[in-house]
């Protein structure tokens, strides 16, 4: 390898005749506010060491680059292959510093007479500003005989237009999720500034300024600065190494290996359009990117891909490119449009990963319809269909609606109840996910239920799922949620349970929706009674599900730890019509408890079937 590392203090790295810049297909700036806040708590730390007459060195990592060419320019120039993050935060610190010193020089020179000692000050103030500014955000060039002022780092497209208005203090307006990691970095940094250089004396803030520019920066503070002969040595340092913490995903791996292939001249204009489409995708937070693609390779190709060649494998199915491929125009092309889909892929990724129906202006369904997604993503807590659910996007409102209804019902049974292996689940998701892609017009949904319920006869037989739904006890250490979604399942599909349970379950009145979020989980005969109000033989079936109801928004729960003869009539009014049919009892005892216990399973036994 060409890569010669040389330990380097931050000034020392930025007096070398050379600017850096961030390549246009690399991901924006992605440091949040904890890996910020931790970069100011670093150098805060070399700074008050420094004060006590100390010294405390930090590393900061590494800094990726390759050469690049600039013509007749004076200076070289270093493409950024990793190191985006520590070299963008180092100047939006400097430009925080000569932003906010410059504002108090200017306030300065509004007084009347300013002290022997402020002038002293502000002399070598002015005069620290200008150098820092020139050392860290500007650098003069020659260019075809003409003096230029040119950014000592320029980000990526994406990023560049808002960096630099930042450091001139135009306060940019923000279009993506880099831009406001930006702004959060430059309001932290300009925050510490504040209080660590403009809280006291001018003679003391311009002492401890010269302590962070010669000691701190120009001593303390290190990277190991790599330079390679060549892009290819250069990203596989840029694949093993991270930014802080924030792991460089497959995507930005991707981004630029596709970058590359049409860096061609023939291919210039189709490079634009990818790199565009690319800043599309990239926009989101980076660790979630690489779950949206594992998802979306899962979805189009019907198996999951190894975590340790999604690159390859990607670059191999997705965009048909192999070692050795020419890249025609046709084929650029195609590599455009794939990012494209899997830029509008992430936007269904992202809304379903919230609960939200993926269909704009539908209506062909009903609310209770679009609730079931949010059942099943947000409360039932499952992730693991989004493969699935993406492909069954391409069938319409209509057949997603009654394939999430479906897959709600199974996931309750076969992993919140029965707990079984998820392996099984994921690999027929796959299977049927493939199936869609392949043929989305001839695709029927009762094959989806077929399979779903063979394994669901596997794993969780009917035997197996009744004896744990007996053995579910309300825990008031913990949510119960899954017992209060039993309970509002079984409400919705109780008028179809009556009528024979005959076909697919379904909910027979749509427009009555218990909402998950405004439910309760109350107990029939007190969970805590009162002395003179308690049962023996009621005591130990108190916390199992035949003693266990919801209550809707409507239902007065003032009376919870009142006597049954006390609750009847609240019961019986209740919006839930299975807590009507309780209201209706005589009284509650441990009879009517098994009869309603019995009542809830089998219905459950009916129900819980895709």
């Not at 010669?4 to 700036?29: C, M, N, W």
């Not at 925080?96 to 306030?107: E, K, P, S």
């Not at 010269?210 to 250069?234: K, N, P, Y």
């Not at 033989?537 to 109801?549: H, Q, S, T, V, Y």
Request: aromatic content about 8%.
């Amino acid at each position: 390898m060409g890569i010669k590392p040389d330990q380097l203090s931050i000034r020392t790295l930025f007096e070398q005749k050379h600017t850096f810049a961030v390549p246009k297909y690399q991901r924006g700036y992605a440091w949040d506010d904890q890996a910020v806040s931790d970069f100011i708590h670093d150098i805060a730390r070399c700074l008050a060491k420094r004060k006590e007459g100390g010294k405390l060195n930090h590393f900061f990592g590494g800094i990726v680059t390759v050469p690049s060419a600039l013509g007749n320019s004076s200076r070289s120039n270093y493409e950024v292959i990793d190191g985006q993050q520590r070299l963008a935060s180092f100047v939006l610190l400097i430009g925080a510093l000569v932003a906010q010193m410059r504002n108090a020089l200017g306030d300065l020179t509004k007084k009347a007479k300013p002290s022997e000692e402020e002038t002293k000050a502000s002399a070598f103030l002015t005069n620290t500003v200008d150098a820092l500014s020139k050392l860290y955000l500007h650098y003069r060039d020659s260019i075809a005989l003409e003096y230029v002022e040119v950014p000592k780092l320029t980000l990526s497209d994406a990023d560049r237009d808002f960096f630099i208005g930042l450091l001139e203090g135009k306060s940019p307006t923000s279009s993506r999720a880099s831009h406001d990691r930006l702004q959060t970095a430059w309001d932290l940094l300009t925050s510490f500034v504040k209080t660590t250089f403009l809280s006291e004396g001018l003679a003391k803030n311009a002492e401890h300024i010269q302590l962070l520019a010669d000691r701190v920066l120009g001593e303390d503070c290190t990277v190991i600065f790599m330079s390679s002969d060549t892009r290819s040595e250069a990203y596989q340092i840029f694949q093993v190494l991270n930014d802080r913490g924030v792991q460089l995903t497959d995507s930005d791996l991707l981004r630029a290996a596709t970058m590359e292939l049409l860096d061609a001249t023939p291919l210039a204009s189709s490079q634009g359009g990818l790199a565009s489409a690319w800043d599309e995708v990239l926009a989101y937070e980076p660790k979630v990117i690489d779950t949206y693609l594992k998802w979306y390779y899962s979805s189009h190709e019907g198996k999951r891909p190894s975590s340790s060649e999604l690159t390859d494998q990607f670059l191999e199915y997705r965009f048909k490119v192999t070692a050795g491929t020419k890249v025609t125009k046709a084929l650029a092309n195609s590599i455009v449009d794939e990012v494209e889909r899997m830029d509008a892929a992430f936007e269904l990724l992202d809304k379903m990963g919230d609960g939200a129906w993926p269909f704009s202006k539908d209506k062909s369904t009903v609310r209770w319809d679009r609730e079931r997604l949010s059942m099943l993503v947000t409360h039932l807590k499952h992730s693991n269909a989004m493969p699935l659910l993406l492909a069954l996007h391409e069938l319409g409102s209509i057949k997603f609606a009654e394939a999430v209804a479906s897959l709600e019902r199974f996931v309750f049974r076969y992993k919140t109840i029965g707990n079984a292996h998820i392996s099984p689940m994921t690999d027929l998701y796959l299977r049927h996910a493939k199936r869609i892609r392949d043929n989305p017009a001839g695709y029927k949904l009762s094959t989806l239920r077929t399979e779903l319920g063979d394994l669901l006869d596997k794993m969780v037989p009917l035997d197996v799922f009744e004896a744990s739904l007996r053995q579910l006890r309300y825990n008031k250490r913990a949510g119960n949620g899954h017992i209060r979604y039993l309970l509002i399942t079984l409400e919705d599909h109780r008028s179809w349970f009556e009528k024979g349970a005959n076909g697919v379950p379904r909910c027979k009145d749509k427009s009555a929706i218990l909402d998950f979020s405004n439910t309760t989980l109350e107990h029939i005969y007190p969970r805590s009674a009162k002395a003179s109000d308690k049962i023996a033989a009621m005591e130990p079936l108190k916390d199992a599900l035949g003693n266990l109801a919801i209550f809707g928004p409507d239902d007065n729960d003032a009376l919870a730890n009142k006597p049954f003869a006390e609750k009847k009539k609240m019961l019986a009014k209740s919006n839930v019509s299975l807590n009507r049919e309780v209201g209706q009892l005589a009284d509650w005892t441990k009879a009517t408890f098994e009869a309603r216990a019995n009542r809830l399973v089998q219905m459950a036994l009916k129900i819980f079937v895709p």
